[in-house]
């Protein structure tokens, strides 16, 4: 009997309370244990849309992951006042959850990620859930989607190489020189040559020949000989010739590469150096007439790149000329040797042979002619005296034609520049001055070459006349 008393009173309490919760809308705390998180996880995890609809009457609402439930609550009663059962209010709560972990596992995409969501939310109360936990979980989910849909990150991908200056570029790599040839075959025509270390633009391919053009030749060359693919930075520091133009009015060059150093001289707009050196901010050049080297500001100067060009027929017997002259000048340089002891008739007989031979001729050209007759005076190959020297059979012509005798004849009104020079001439060789060396013979030049005295060793050129 007790016990039934017992539990009507316990019904009778409960009913009271239950009442006046409805009837006076009082709020009893909520607080779900831990039991009771697992459960709704499991209930969000698995149906989140009928969850979604079960809170379908609720117009809008916020929720902040930095509130409690029970903040959460009691900022929302109106809310709660539309629940009509303790079902439906559980179901409200529960739908407040879903939201906050549909917020973490909104972009997620990998398994992994939304597994450390989950463990952050059950583990931890409202009020204690960084917000930084859910941003960075989004943020590295995005991250994974974008980089799995647009490819490799930037760091992966490959930048375009720049297109080089002088891919179409090749050197020679003869032992001297290659042949430019009219044709492909080694039996055409030669138009020029490309010696070793030369350049060339390769203009086409044949076979194993290239099409090439170089300074002002064009025509083939086999491609055995010429060397490609070099890089730019190889290309310019092996094989070019750097100068640098002004771009100024005026340009200081300084003793060392800093503003601060000692000025040693200007140079102006246009004109061109050689490079010495290259450095980032200066470059040092050679300015050879001032006899200084310096440097200036890369700034102001463009860099000029040149390569060694094949050089045509024309321009390499331009060249042998211009060497032989160049030759022939350091050969006749005048050098003294032991003066001669001669008469006044000695003098005469010599300054009128060297009009006769050489009276068209220069000053230099004079003293030749006088001293290849002392060079035979002192050779066993002949007589051993000027007047022997100069009238022996077969050897100066003008003696024998009688043009010498003319001369000798006119000695006395020798007035004119020229007769002036071969007087001048044979007195300076009779007192040692020599320009001739040792050389014992001399011809018109034109003859001599036509008889191919040329190709001697010795010989010279000097005026009009060959020397050997």
Request: hydrophobic letters at 35%; glycine letters at 4%; proline letters at 2%.
């Amino acid at each position: 009997m007790n016990k039934i008393k017992r539990t009507l009173m316990s019904m009778i309490v409960f009913l009271t309370v239950f009442c006046l919760t409805v009837i006076l809308n009082i709020h009893l705390p909520f607080y779900p244990n831990e039991g009771y998180r697992s459960r709704a996880y499991d209930a969000i995890a698995t149906k989140p849309q009928a969850l979604v609809e079960g809170t379908q009457e609720i117009e809008s609402f916020s929720y902040s992951i930095n509130q409690t439930e029970d903040q959460y609550l009691a900022s929302n009663d109106t809310s709660v006042n539309q629940a009509e059962t303790d079902d439906d209010q559980e179901n409200y709560l529960l739908s407040t959850q879903t939201d906050a972990v549909e917020e973490v596992l909104e972009d997620s995409t990998e398994e992994s990620t939304q597994e450390q969501s989950r463990t952050a939310i059950m583990s931890a109360s409202s009020d204690e859930l960084p917000e930084t936990i859910i941003a960075s979980s989004s943020t590295e989910n995005v991250s994974a989607e974008t980089t799995e849909a647009e490819g490799p990150t930037t760091n992966e991908v490959e930048e375009p190489q720049p297109e080089a200056l002088y891919s179409n570029i090749g050197i020679s790599v003869a032992q001297s020189y290659v042949n430019i040839r009219e044709e492909t075959s080694t039996e055409g025509s030669v138009l020029g040559k490309l010696y070793r270390d030369s350049a060339a633009e390769i203009l086409d391919t044949k076979g194993d020949w290239y099409y090439v053009e170089s300074g002002s030749v064009k025509g083939y060359v086999k491609s055995e000989y010429i060397k490609t693919g070099i890089p730019d930075a190889e290309l310019i520091e092996k094989y070019s010739k750097l100068r640098i133009s002004v771009k100024v009015d005026g340009l200081n060059v300084r003793e060392e590469p800093t503003t601060e150093s000692k000025k040693l001289t200007v140079i102006y707009q246009n004109e061109t150096f050689p490079v010495i050196e290259l450095n980032d901010d200066w470059v040092k050049i050679d300015i050879t007439d001032d006899n200084v080297n310096g440097y200036v500001k890369t700034e102001f100067a463009e860099l000029l790149v040149a390569f060694t060009n094949a050089i045509s027929k024309e321009e390499e017997q331009k060249i042998l000329q211009l060497q032989a002259e160049l030759r022939a000048k350091k050969e006749t340089e005048i050098i003294y040797r032991d003066e001669v002891n001669c008469s006044a008739e000695d003098i005469k007989l010599l300054a009128c042979l060297i009009h006769s031979e050489a009276g068209t001729q220069s000053y230099e050209g004079k003293l030749a002619v006088a001293n290849v007759v002392l060079n035979r005076v002192k050779s066993s190959k002949y007589a051993n005296t000027l007047k022997g020297v100069i009238y022996q059979s077969g050897q100066f012509s003008v003696a024998a034609s009688g043009s010498l005798a003319k001369q000798l004849a006119n000695f006395d009104n020798y007035s004119s520049n020229s007769q002036r020079l071969s007087i001048k001439a044979a007195k300076a060789a009779l007192e040692g001055a020599n320009n001739i060396g040792s050389r014992l013979y001399f011809h018109t030049y034109k003859l001599a070459v036509k008889k191919g005295y040329d190709d001697k060793s010795t010989s010279v050129k000097l005026g009009d006349h060959l020397f050997w």
